[in-house]
């Protein structure tokens, strides 16, 4: 990524852009990304353990987008409904088979509290991690030449090429609503926009 925008700016042998200034500029352009786009995804498992109510959020994780025990999918609720739940006694540890997470400062909490050991498998958005020579970019590939773009768009400002800093950034703009849409559309890739009944859903359906 940045030896191509090197090669853009005309400045392959140019110190004035240090590899380690890019290299944060890649970094940035992949937050945007993930943030906006919710493009970097990933997967993390871990092991109740009996009795056990809280598990940390994964550090890198942006947001959830499922959470799964033993291989059933859990419910998200708030802690107004965790509150139905428990009768509002939100200290009891009533045990169970979870069927429910609430999250809060980044911990997940179950319902009924797990009272066997199985595996507790978390979808999540994530950040990605920081940028050097030897990294591998957690941002997919249909996303690497986009992030040129910006990488062009901060190198013509510290340049006070001011024109050039304009065209980038809108063209960066552009290339994060593509990002967007490009995303949406390859998660419902495989699936029909239509609104399934619930007697679909019952028979083993799922919503993408």
């Known amino acids: 990524v940045i030896e191509y925008a ?3 700016y005309n400045a392959v042998n140019d110190d004035f852009f240090s590899d380690a200034e ?16 919710k493009a ?9 353990v009996i009795s056990q109510q ?11 987008k499922r959470i799964t025990y033993n291989g059933h999918r859990l ?4 802690f107004k409904e965790d509150d ?8 009891t540890l009533s045990t169970g088979q979870p069927s429910a997470y609430a999250l809060f400062d980044r911990v997940i909490y179950l319902r009924p509290v797990p009272d066997a050991v199985y595996t507790l498998k978390l979808f999540t958005f994530d950040h990605p991690q920081e940028v050097s020579a030897s990294s591998v970019l ?4 249909d996303f690497h030449l986009d992030m040129v773009t ?59």
């Open 150 to 208: 910006f990488v062009l768009w901060k190198m013509s400002l510290k340049d006070q090429n001011f024109e050039a800093a304009s065209y980038h950034a809108a063209q960066w703009a552009e290339a994060v609503l593509r990002a967007k849409t490009w995303v949406r559309k390859r998660r419902t890739a495989d699936g029909f926009n239509v609104v399934r009944s619930e007697e679909e859903l019952a028979a083993g359906w799922e919503l993408p």
């Open 6 to 8: 090197k090669q853009q």
């Open 84 to 91: 139905w739940l428990t009768g509002f006694d939100a200290l």
């Open 138 to 141: 957690d941002i997919p590939e």
């Open 22 to 37: 890019l290299y944060r500029h890649v970094w940035h352009a992949q937050n945007i990304l993930a943030k906006e786009a």
């Open 54 to 64: 809280e598990y940390t959020y994964p550090t890198s994780a942006i947001a959830i």
């Open 40 to 48: 970097i995804e990933n997967t993390y498992s871990t092991s109740t």
């Open 75 to 78: 419910t998200p609720i708030s």
